[in-house]
C-alpha cells in the first residue's frame, strides 16, 4: 500500500502543480483545490486503515469482572463504555475508533466496528493514545533512572519544559460473601513531574517547590495568589496549574 507522504506529491503533479511552487505561491483558487484534495486523500487514507489488519490483529480482551458476583465501580478509565478515540499503533494513526483503557491491567481495548467482539492492543506497539480529550502516552522504564518510571501508559496532562503525568490505576480487591466473591475497583492514581529529561514522584506542594526551585519565589506566589490546594483530590489539578505558569517563567 502506497503510503500518504507518497501520495500527496503525486497529487500535486496531478493537478499541475509542483512541489517548488506549492511552497512559495500564496493562497489562491488553484492552492485551495489542491489543499481539499490533499485533505480528501488524508480521510481516505485513515479510512483505508481504519479496518485494517494491522489494527484489527490483537488477542481478544475478556471482562474478567464478569466473573464476580457482585461489582462496585469497573476496571476501566473514566466509564466501562467504549469512548471514541484513536491510536497511534503500529506506526500508523488510527481515528474515529471506540476504545476503553483498562487501568487495572494497563491494557488498551479496542472495539471491533461489526461485531461485539472486543481487542487487546499489543502494547509494545502502542505509541500513544486518545480518549475523547486525554491523551496518554507510554513511556518505558530506563533501569538507569532509579526506577522512578515503570513501563505502562501516563495521561499527559502539561507537556512543555515542566511535564506533569497522571498513572491511572485501580486496585482489584476480592471479598468473600456467603461463599460467593464480589469485586471492589479502589482508585488510586499518582503523579508525576519530568523536568530535565528526569521524572519525579510528586505527592505535595513540598515536592513540586522543591523541583521548581529555580523558580521558587515566583512559584510559591502563584500558589498563595491561586490558593491552590494538594490534597489528593485537588494533587493532579494543581500540579498542571503550577506546571502552566512555570513553563511561562522556563527558557524555552
Not at 484489527?56 to 471514541?84: A, I, K, T, W
Not at 487501568?103 to 493514545?129: C, G, K
Not at 495568589?225 to 511561562?248: H, M, P
Request: net charge positive.
Amino acid at each position: 500500500m502506497k503510503t500518504l507522504r507518497s501520495i500527496v506529491p503525486a497529487l500535486a503533479v496531478t493537478l499541475g502543480f509542483g512541489a517548488p511552487a506549492l511552497a512559495q505561491r500564496p493562497a489562491t483558487a488553484p492552492d485551495a483545490l489542491v489543499a481539499n484534495a490533499v485533505a480528501a486523500v488524508q480521510q481516505q487514507y485513515n479510512e483505508s486503515f481504519k479496518h485494517h489488519p494491522q489494527l484489527y490483529n490483537g488477542p481478544e480482551y475478556v471482562d474478567y469482572s464478569l466473573r464476580y458476583n457482585e461489582r462496585m465501580g469497573h476496571q476501566f478509565f473514566l466509564s466501562p463504555d467504549r469512548q471514541p478515540g484513536s491510536v497511534y499503533y503500529n506506526e500508523h494513526y488510527f481515528t474515529n475508533l471506540r476504545l476503553a483503557y483498562d487501568v487495572v491491567l494497563d491494557q488498551v481495548v479496542l472495539q471491533q466496528p461489526t461485531n461485539p467482539l472486543t481487542l487487546r492492543l499489543a502494547n509494545e506497539q502502542v505509541r500513544y493514545f486518545f480518549i475523547n480529550d486525554h491523551r496518554f502516552v507510554r513511556l518505558v522504564a530506563d533501569s538507569s533512572a532509579g526506577g522512578t518510571i515503570a513501563t505502562g501508559y501516563y495521561e499527559m496532562l502539561v507537556d512543555g519544559p515542566v511535564q506533569v503525568l497522571a498513572k491511572r490505576t485501580k486496585r482489584l480487591h476480592e471479598q468473600l460473601s456467603q461463599r460467593l466473591i464480589n469485586a471492589e475497583f479502589v482508585g488510586a492514581d499518582r503523579f508525576f513531574m519530568q523536568k530535565g529529561g528526569t521524572y519525579y514522584a510528586v505527592t505535595s506542594k513540598s515536592g513540586a517547590v522543591r523541583l521548581l526551585a529555580d523558580h521558587g519565589k515566583e512559584v510559591q506566589q502563584f500558589i498563595r495568589d491561586k490558593d491552590l490546594s494538594f490534597g489528593k483530590e485537588q494533587l493532579g489539578s494543581s500540579l498542571a496549574q503550577v506546571a502552566v505558569y512555570y513553563n511561562t517563567l522556563a527558557p524555552q
